[in-house]
């Protein structure tokens, strides 16, 4: 049966204008300088076996998209459109607007999404949802800081050293069952049940999937959390991984070679049978966040993502495949992808500003679709930074970052600018203690997870701020002999990367932009920076403040 009422009532009883308003006052979010992760492969599992207890929070209530945004809107983080808008681009130019505004902008939702054949599609739109760092704290429920904190204390915890300490830490590894994922007989996502057929009251066409650019293949299913499972192991993977729409029944299945999913698949390939898998919309939105985290290889997403919540996602089986998902998803599309099956899947106007082109990808073919009776689809766009991935992005590199540095204790912070799309430019600051080093990092970094994939890695001394890349380009200008500093290597690239003469491989530059040691060739002393004394700077402007207009100054 198909849903019988459009989208969620958020706000009930409070009027609106044609283009959509905000109901409370906004409160603007401050633009964090991290930027998307690249995958550590480091000891995570050690974060996962704990959880700190803290206070009760309003994300823990959002089970769906609908209490999102509620909860978005409750909090003025949310502007509602009920005018109809196309998702044949119109949906990303006014999404993109705001994700390139001042903060990420507000979280739109677009109650009457217009489809290509010009029909009003049952289920609203929720986009931007994560674009801001204020409603990523809302996500994670804490402070962004205060869990990294946490995440830090885990990992320097040390064994006990009494009976107390003990007790303490048994506590917190008690903890892990409350992470674990837990089954369910029956879930939200089950509401609404329609096995694929003639007879179907919904299918694909149904969902107002985007069109985000002039020149995409087609729509895009762009915020998917894929379910896949090893047949070796049974392990359980989360991807996040773009499906083109092709009809009402198949979809493209954009898994590049380095990825889980695309492992799975060669498993089930080379045994010649039917691969399943399970795509969920929307649900707890830590679930998105999950599915978006570079994760060390083996690392259960729905595990993290119990962790991050304090208590265990719930899952239903599967009405057709045999996968588990979560209970609360907005949407369940079943299906199977049928090794070796490929069809042409592009262009995609993607994260890198650019048109992937069109390429093979595996086909996933649709068997089942069941949705909450309040669900909200939802979307997100990519291409020229910044975008609401920014905002994913900055949390999964404070969140693993303590990881990091505990595998590279001399690493003082790590930024990826927006001006890389990710992992093309990496800045990291070191506290340097012997000849070298940097390129210790350099290799080290290159060596974990998607790091693989990082083009360009500068290394600066520890007080430089990776987050400001003035700072950095000034002292990389200053610091750098090009004959001396600049080290090649060949590896694995990005398969988006179109620069690239060979796909998938290509060349890596690691910049030492450190003070160098006369063991690293430099005879001569190394000049200081020019400064002014920070206690004359503080007390002479607490006497001459700036003029907020204007030139001058307010004399005393």
């Known amino acids: 049966m198909a849903r019988e009422a459009p989208g969620p009532t958020v706000a009930e009883g409070e009027a609106t204008t044609a283009r959509g308003r905000r109901l409370h006052p906004a409160r603007m979010g401050i633009a964090t300088q991290l930027h998307f992760p690249s995958a550590f ?24 998209f609908a209490d999102f945004a509620r909860l978005l809107e409750g909090e003025g983080e949310l502007l509602r459109i009920s005018e109809p808008v196309r998702t044949d681009l119109e949906i990303t130019a006014l999404a993109d607007r705001e994700m390139k505004a001042p903060g990420g902008g507000d979280a739109l939702l677009v109650e009457k999404p217009l489809l290509s054949d010009g029909s009003i599609s049952p289920f609203p739109v929720l986009i931007n949802a994560f674009g801001s760092e204020r409603r990523i704290e809302m996500v994670l429920g804490r402070p962004l800081e205060k869990l990294v904190e946490e995440i830090r204390a885990l990992l ?80 359980r993977n989360v991807g996040m991984y773009r499906m083109q729409v092709y009809d009402g029944a198949t ?52 595990l993290f993502a119990g962790f991050l919540r304090k208590k265990g996602i719930p899952l239903v089986r599967c009405e057709t495949v045999d996968l588990e998902v979560p209970a609360t998803a907005d949407f369940v599309l079943e299906g199977y992808v049928e090794p070796p099956e490929l069809r042409p899947e592009g262009p995609f106007g ?70 890389g799309v990710f992992h093309d430019l990496v800045f990291v600051s070191i506290r340097k203690q012997y000849p070298y080093q940097a390129y210790k990092v350099m290799h080290g970094l290159w060596g974990m ?8 890695l500068v290394v600066v001394d520890a ?42 491989m290509g060349s890596h530059v690691g910049i030492d ?21 920070g206690d004359l700077c503080r007390e002479l402007f607490a006497r001459f403040a700036r003029k907020r207009e204007g030139k001058g100054m307010d004399l005393p």
């Open 156 to 235: 320097h915890a040390e064994p006990p050293h009494s009976f107390r300490e003990g007790w303490e830490l048994l506590g917190k590894g008690l903890a892990l069952a409350r992470s674990r994922p837990c089954r369910v007989d029956h879930g939200a996502c089950r509401d609404r049940i329609v096995t694929m057929g003639p007879s179907a009251k919904i299918d694909l066409r149904s969902l107002p999937v985007l069109r985000c650019w002039p020149k995409d293949g087609g729509p895009f299913i762009t915020l998917p959390q894929v379910f896949t499972k090893d047949p070796d192991t049974g392990k």
């Open 463 to 504: 007080e430089v701020n990776v987050r400001d890349t003035a700072d950095v380009l000034f002292h990389l200008c200053a610091n750098v002999d090009p004959e001396r500093d600049f080290l090649f290597t060949r590896g694995p690239c990005d398969s988006l990367d179109h620069a690239q003469a060979t796909p998938n």
């Open 251 to 302: 979809t493209g299945m954009h898994w590049q070679i380095h990825k889980v999913g695309a492992r799975h698949g060669a498993a089930y390939w080379e045994r010649g049978v039917r691969m399943p898998v399970a795509v969920c919309l929307g649900g707890d939105p830590i679930l998105t966040f999950a599915a978006t985290a570079p994760l060390p290889d083996g690392v259960d997403e729905l």
């Open 449 to 456: 997870g998607q790091m693989m994939f990082t083009k360009i």
């Open 350 to 419: 993607d994260h890198t500003g650019f048109y992937t082109p069109v390429e093979p990808y595996p086909v996933f073919h649709l068997t089942s679709i069941s949705h909450r009776k309040d669900a909200v689809y939802p979307a997100t766009i990519v291409g020229k930074p910044p975008m609401e991935d920014f905002y994913l992005g900055s949390a999964s590199v404070r969140l693993l970052f303590p990881v990091l540095q505990a595998t590279f204790p001399e690493i003082v912070d790590l930024a990826l600018p927006p001006e």
């Open 41 to 64: 492969s480091s000891p995570l599992a050690i974060l996962i076996v704990s959880s700190v207890e803290g206070e009760a929070d309003l994300s823990m209530k959002c089970e769906s």
């Open 513 to 533: 932009a450190t003070r160098k040691l006369p063991a690293e060739g430099y005879p001569r002393p190394w000049p200081e920076e020019v400064s002014l004394p």
